[in-house]
């Protein structure tokens, strides 16, 4: 392969990559554990994992392997055959969720048009209530950007210049249990989606008791709940998934980003109740399908990545760093008053909030060799690989240090 330099990389990039993306100016190479190299060969400390998808870290061996075997074994075969891999990854979600049945599709923005397929049809075929199909989502969420994921999006800013957008959607106030109240009581509604922690939004967890009354909402109405957990899921905030710190179980979970480790995968798992919403009836038409999910390479990283956190310990791992990088994030909130304004989040999942655009800050970091994510505009997000050790963490907070007190001076 041809070696270009960064800035040569740079220049074709901008003759021949369609310009949607808002890249910051570095060529990644080559990564290990939490440390990515540009092609110029420069160490950058990585906070943000691909935007909590590398969760063993770059190049983990374990799963550099188990995707090496695969590949030389059978890469694909398409779902008109049962796939070994597919169903030990099925097999390895259901045992650590409330899932019952596993529909393998390859990102967050698909398991979540899967989702919303199941909601429909459920209400229609199973629930025979066809008229129950709006969804009711929450402001400040993140969905995904296919037209129905951007649609259910409670964010303007991904919508604007896709109309007409998938609907009936209805938006409530996330953490306000009356709103919601107020709109599933009307049993329009096929199904809720939410995020148990907002990502995108800017790391918002939901005040207590509001996963369990809308739990009691759902159930009373006959409300499919849906725990968009492509973000939080798998280990991230210090639980295999977020829904299990509140106790509350939804109908459906979808996931995605940490998953596969990397290997672009999402799942939508659900309930033997709610699965009969995608479910063939009777030897009928296939409700719903996907070339690609559930593959044997991304079935194998599904399976060597739930096995390796599980024999790693990472789970308990993510909770333990994730109070140790809460406790800096608060000495700086405590140091910096005027600028920092609050640490929040679970497990691996934080943010510090600030009270300026973050993504000034980002810059200033990266300058400094340390890589972070900024979601909802003004919060700085940690979402580093699970292995993180705390000695990183200190790493990645004297610099934040440093470059808080550059921005405190007169
Ligand atoms: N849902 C949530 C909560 C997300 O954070 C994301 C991506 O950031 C998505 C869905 C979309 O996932 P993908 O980009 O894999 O389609």
Same mark, same amino acid.
């Given at each position: 392969m041809t070696s270009y330099t960064s800035n040569e990389l740079i220049a074709i990039a901008d003759k021949v990559l369609l310009k949607s993306y808002a890249q910051?100016?570095?060529?990644?190479?080559?990564?290990?554990?939490?440390?990515?190299w540009d092609a110029s060969g420069r160490r950058f400390l990585d906070m943000t994992a691909g935007i909590s998808v590398c969760c063993l870290g770059h190049a983990h061996p374990r799963l550099a392997s188990a995707l090496t075997e695969?590949?030389?074994?059978?890469?694909?075969?398409?779902?008109?055959?049962?796939?070994?891999?597919?169903?030990?990854?099925?097999?390895?979600?259901?045992e650590r969720c409330f899932a019952d049945r596993v529909f393998f599709v390859n990102s967050g923005g698909e398991a979540n048009e899967g989702a919303l397929k199941l909601a429909r049809r459920y209400q229609h075929l199973v629930a025979k209530q066809p008229e129950r199909?709006?969804?009711?989502?929450?402001?400040?969420?993140?969905?995904?950007?296919?037209?129905?994921?951007?649609?259910?999006?409670?964010q303007d800013k991904y919508r604007a210049g896709f109309g007409p957008l998938f609907g009936?959607?209805?938006?409530?106030?996330?953490?306000?249990?009356?709103?919601?109240?107020?709109?599933?009581?009307?049993?329009?509604?096929?199904?809720?989606?939410?995020?148990?922690?907002?990502?995108?939004?800017?790391?918002?967890?939901?005040?207590?008791?509001?996963?369990?009354g809308l739990r009691e909402l759902a159930d009373e109405t006959g409300t499919l709940l849906i725990f968009d957990e492509v973000q939080t899921g798998v280990a991230r905030t210090g639980d295999w998934f977020a829904y299990q710190h509140d106790g509350v179980v939804p109908d459906v979970m979808t996931l995605a980003k940490g998953l596969g480790g990397g290997v672009p995968v999402g799942a939508v798992v659900a309930s033997d109740k709610a699965a009969q919403g995608l479910s063939r009836i009777d030897g009928g038409a296939v409700p719903h399908a996907s070339t690609f999910?559930?593959?044997?390479?991304?079935?194998?990283?599904?399976?060597?990545?739930?096995?390796?956190?599980?024999?790693?310990?990472?789970?308990?791992?993510?909770?333990?760093?994730?109070?140790?990088?809460?406790?800096?994030?608060? *000495? +700086?909130?405590?140091?910096?008053?005027?600028?920092?304004?609050?640490?929040?989040? &679970? $497990? =691996? @999942?934080?943010?510090? *909030? +600030?009270s300026r655009p973050a993504a000034p800050l980002m810059a200033k970091c990266r300058e &400094? $060799? =340390? @890589?972070?994510?900024? *979601?909802?505009?003004?919060?700085?997000?940690?979402?580093?690989?699970?292995?993180?050790?705390?000695a990183h963490i200190d790493e990645a907070l004297a610099t934040l240090d440093d470059v808080l007190a550059e921005e405190a001076a007169p």
């Amino acid at each position: 392969m041809t070696s270009y330099t960064s800035n040569e990389l740079i220049a074709i990039a901008d003759k021949v990559l369609l310009k949607s993306y808002a890249q910051q100016p570095i060529v990644m190479r080559e990564g290990k554990g939490v440390e990515l190299w540009d092609a110029s060969g420069r160490r950058f400390l990585d906070m943000t994992a691909g935007i909590s998808v590398c969760c063993l870290g770059h190049a983990h061996p374990r799963l550099a392997s188990a995707l090496t075997e695969q590949a030389a074994r059978l890469l694909h075969v398409s779902n008109l055959y049962f796939i070994e891999q597919q169903i030990l990854a099925a097999q390895a979600i259901v045992e650590r969720c409330f899932a019952d049945r596993v529909f393998f599709v390859n990102s967050g923005g698909e398991a979540n048009e899967g989702a919303l397929k199941l909601a429909r049809r459920y209400q229609h075929l199973v629930a025979k209530q066809p008229e129950r199909n709006t969804v009711v989502s929450t402001l400040g969420s993140f969905h995904g950007r296919t037209i129905a994921t951007v649609s259910i999006t409670g964010q303007d800013k991904y919508r604007a210049g896709f109309g007409p957008l998938f609907g009936p959607v209805e938006f409530v106030p996330y953490g306000d249990l009356d709103a919601a109240a107020r709109i599933l009581q009307t049993r329009q509604a096929c199904a809720m989606i939410l995020e148990p922690i907002q990502g995108e939004g800017g790391i918002v967890t939901p005040p207590p008791g509001y996963l369990a009354g809308l739990r009691e909402l759902a159930d009373e109405t006959g409300t499919l709940l849906i725990f968009d957990e492509v973000q939080t899921g798998v280990a991230r905030t210090g639980d295999w998934f977020a829904y299990q710190h509140d106790g509350v179980v939804p109908d459906v979970m979808t996931l995605a980003k940490g998953l596969g480790g990397g290997v672009p995968v999402g799942a939508v798992v659900a309930s033997d109740k709610a699965a009969q919403g995608l479910s063939r009836i009777d030897g009928g038409a296939v409700p719903h399908a996907s070339t690609f999910g559930g593959n044997p390479l991304a079935c194998a990283a599904i399976v060597a990545v739930l096995q390796i956190i599980e024999e790693e310990g990472l789970v308990a791992h993510a909770a333990e760093v994730g109070r140790h990088l809460h406790d800096g994030l608060s *000495a +700086l909130v405590a140091k910096y008053p005027g600028i920092a304004v609050e640490s929040r989040g &679970r $497990g =691996l @999942l934080r943010g510090l *909030a +600030l009270s300026r655009p973050a993504a000034p800050l980002m810059a200033k970091c990266r300058e &400094r $060799g =340390l @890589l972070f994510s900024v *979601a909802g505009g003004t919060v700085l997000r940690f979402a580093p690989a699970l292995v993180v050790q705390k000695a990183h963490i200190d790493e990645a907070l004297a610099t934040l240090d440093d470059v808080l007190a550059e921005e405190a001076a007169p």
